[in-house]
């Protein structure tokens, strides 16, 4: 076991790094938490760990090599795929921070273009409002944008003429994507983006990735991407790659947004409201969905039959969004 790359459960309880890696390197090994067993489709954010005294390993592979070069640990497995991996040690803003990598996220990470940094036609300085919950948010530094905090009705991302708001953008990661379509999240969300004057979704990732998916079937992600676009036209889903260029491509609609609202004069709404016209009311969860639902959360449902309008609102109720 020494000489292997061994992938086991984090025991800790609430950890958003729920699982360890075990690096073979140097007498005792390097131990770290990490988000995901493998760097599939980003680099994943790792951090340093102890291996506990009775571990439940989920993979454990021989390794071919294992280097370190500066600051850089270089990982390759005795196995056909996914055997060659990166991890990164560097120092940010005074401590450690460790990435995982490999050669195909990095060159996702990197793509082969340049984003222009060039304003957006006809404005000086776009100025963005960011919602109050949004964590980690963008600070469009390459584009000639400031920011500014603020509650959004819905979306991560506006721009507002005169105290009206103009248009929003919703940004999700591909798992964050995945997780609100599959959960019964996807409707509220979208039904609250249509009824704004301009919005849309922008996902920091390829949408070829969709079937890549390992835990969740690929083609009823495919199929619940097509029926929110098919139920709410108005809200389009953009895959945008990168987190880099979804954020220019976020830049880029926001602005071209501001110049086609003062064209049309239509920034009546007050930032915050919902008011005018109705948006599209979300289509009722599939029975299956809740009565699955019901089960987990301790509910008396059968297996068969109709399904009582009670157990509908409370699965209504737990999946109405609350934040972003």
């Known amino acids: 076991m020494a000489d292997d790359f061994v992938i086991a459960r984090n025991p800790e309880e609430g950890t958003s790094l729920p699982y360890l890696v075990r690096i073979p390197l140097g007498v005792d090994g390097i131990v770290l938490k990490v988000r995901e067993m493998w760097p599939r489709t980003s680099k994943v954010y790792c951090h340093r760990a102890s291996w506990p005294e009775d571990p439940e390993i989920l993979e454990q592979v021989p390794t071919t090599s294992c280097t370190k070069r500066g600051a850089a640990i270089d990982l390759v497995l005795d196995r056909g795929r996914e055997n060659r991996s990166q991890f990164v040690l560097t ?19 990197r793509p082969n273009v340049r984003v222009p940094t060039a304003r957006a036609q006809g404005l000086d300085e776009l100025e963005i409002v960011v919602d109050v919950h949004e964590r980690y948010a963008w600070k469009f530094t390459h584009q000639q944008a400031l920011t500014r905090k603020a509650p959004l009705p819905a979306g991560d991302y506006a721009v507002e003429a005169d105290g009206a708001l103009v248009a929003s953008v919703e940004r999700k990661s591909l798992q964050d994507l995945v997780a609100t379509l599959t959960s019964g999240k996807g409707n509220y969300l979208l039904a609250a983006l249509a009824g704004l004057p301009r919005a849309a979704i922008v996902v920091e990732d390829r949408y070829s990735k969709v079937f890549d998916l390992k835990f969740v079937r690929p083609a009823v992600v495919a199929d619940a991407i097509a029926e929110a676009q098919a139920r709410f036209p108005t809200v389009p889903i953009i895959f945008a790659e990168t987190r880099q260029l979804a954020q220019e491509w976020t830049y880029r609609f926001l602005a071209a947004s501001l110049n086609e609202a003062a064209l049309a004069g239509d920034t009546e709404r007050p930032l915050g409201e919902l008011d005018g016209a109705p948006a599209p009311e979300p289509k009722p969860p599939k029975p299956a969905v809740v009565r699955a639902w019901a089960k987990a959360a301790g509910y008396e449902v059968g297996d068969k039959g109709r399904i009582r309008p009670e157990l509908v609102a ?11």
């Open 91 to 109: 120092v940010a803003r005074g401590r450690e921070m460790i990435f995982w990598q490999s050669a195909r996220t990095t060159k996702q990470a």
């Open 314 to 324: 409370a699965y209504v109720a737990a999946h109405l969004p609350n934040d972003t």
